[in-house]
């Protein structure tokens, strides 16, 4: 059973051309999460939000936007995609439990090229 | 950054144990340890968590020493399905929330 989708698998755009990721989940998890990924490095945490408050990471480039119009969907909005924003993007999900143990679930990613 | 430490690379013959080590000598005491892998292509694929005692489950076992500054992942039986980067996760603080930041990993490769 799909838990985390993610649509679509792979996205071509052109550079600077805004591009619109998605994200759903069947999990009704509060928390939603995306992730950068660039070749053979580990993911890099974008931006998260905890139900609708929105936390950005401090060196995501403002380029990067997100929206999360209701629990199921959160989308990632790219302004003016670079060569260098060409990645793996994913999208994870977590219940948001209080304390420190709260285990989180991936997509199976969006591969974005930047011609 | 991460507040791990794990080798970049290991390899194990395919039916024996792969025991892959992560050294979090920064970690707090009521941080869990979670470890997730990446097949190639793939999203991360949640593996084991554990906070003090050892762990086991269905994929993997996890044994955390006693000072819980370093942990094991021990897949008992490797696979070449196996082959993937593993990713010993602790996490940090961040909007109030505490949320997962990845490390390097290590590429664990299965061979025949």
């Known amino acids: 059973d799909a838990m985390v989708i993610q649509n679509p698998r792979y996205q071509v755009t052109q550079f600077g051309k805004p591009v619109t990721l998605s994200c759903s989940q069947t999990?009704?998890?509060?928390?939603m999460y995306w992730y950068q990924q660039k070749s053979s490095q580990a993911p890099k945490l974008l931006f998260h939000?905890?139900?609708?408050?929105?936390?950005n990471e401090a060196d995501t480039p403002d380029n990067f936007q997100s929206r999360r119009p209701n629990t199921s969907f959160c989308f990632l909005d790219i302004r003016s995609p670079g060569l260098g924003d060409a990645a793996m993007y994913l999208c994870?999900?977590?219940?948001?439990?209080?304390?420190?143990?709260?285990?989180?679930?991936f997509g199976p990613g969006t591969r974005l090229t930047v011609l | 950054d991460a507040k791990t430490t794990q080798p970049p690379s290991m390899d194990c013959a395919e039916g024996r144990a792969a025991n892959l080590p992560c050294n979090h000598s920064?970690?707090?005491?009521?941080?869990?340890v979670y470890w997730y892998r990446q097949i190639h292509s793939q999203g991360p694929q949640y593996i084991i968590h554990?906070?003090?005692n050892n762990e086991t489950n269905e994929m993997a076992s996890l044994i955390i020493t006693e000072d819980r500054k370093s942990s094991t992942l021990i897949l008992p039986h490797a696979t070449l399905r196996d082959t993937a980067v593993y990713y010993c996760?602790?996490?940090?603080?961040?909007?109030?929330?505490?949320?997962?930041?990845f490390g390097r990993g290590t590429s664990l490769i299965v061979h025949p």
């Open positions: 999990l009704n998890h509060n928390v």
């Open positions: 996760i602790v996490r940090v603080v961040s909007g109030g929330s505490y949320i997962p930041t």
């Open positions: 554990g906070l003090k």
């Open positions: 994870a999900t977590s219940r948001g439990t209080a304390g420190v143990t709260d285990t989180q679930y």
């Open positions: 939000y905890y139900d609708k408050d929105f936390n």
């Open positions: 920064t970690i707090s005491g009521n941080e869990y």
